[in-house]
């Protein structure tokens, strides 16, 4: 899973001396710490589907901080280097196809009424499919 990959990452970014990259993979330990440590907080809920929206989370607080940066003019260099860092630990997102292939492929009919077991089928196979993408989907089918 991607949270032991981080540890492998913090060191070689040490040894490289890569401030920024280093800087993205604390960041991203943190936000997985901080999870571990929640309130509630079960062992089978830490999962790739968990780690990936942790990071989507993240990289859409960062892009939106980058887009803010730049209409008011500031220097943003080091923080879009920073996104594209954490952008290359985030999995490429299905295509509607391949969404769509894996909802038939799920044995549950495309209505909202099964939302919440197809989300869950599509995601194990695709954990960077987001909500909004399947959802999407199933209303195209139905």
């Not at 540890?7 to 001396?17: E, F, G, S, Y």
């Not at 993205?24 to 780690?51: C, H, P, R, W």
């Not at 943003?76 to 894996?102: C, H, M, N, R, S």
């Amino acid at each position: 899973m991607l949270h032991t990959e981080i540890n492998h990452h913090i060191a070689q970014a040490m040894k490289a001396k890569d401030k920024n990259r280093l800087y993205v993979l604390k960041m991203i330990k943190a936000k997985f710490l901080e999870f571990q440590t929640s309130k509630g907080y079960k062992e089978e809920d830490f999962n790739e589907a968990k780690e990936i929206a942790i990071l989507q989370k993240m990289e859409k607080t960062w892009a939106d901080e980058l887009q803010s940066f730049r209409d008011a003019g500031r220097d943003v260099t080091e923080l879009a280097e920073q996104v594209q860092i954490l952008q290359g630990f985030l999995p490429k997102e299905p295509t509607a196809d391949e969404i769509i292939a894996a909802i038939r492929e799920s044995g549950f009919a495309p209505e909202m009424k099964n939302m919440r077991n197809i989300l869950a089928f599509v995601q194990q196979r695709y954990p960077a499919a987001s909500g909004k993408l399947v959802s999407d989907a199933i209303r195209s089918l139905a």
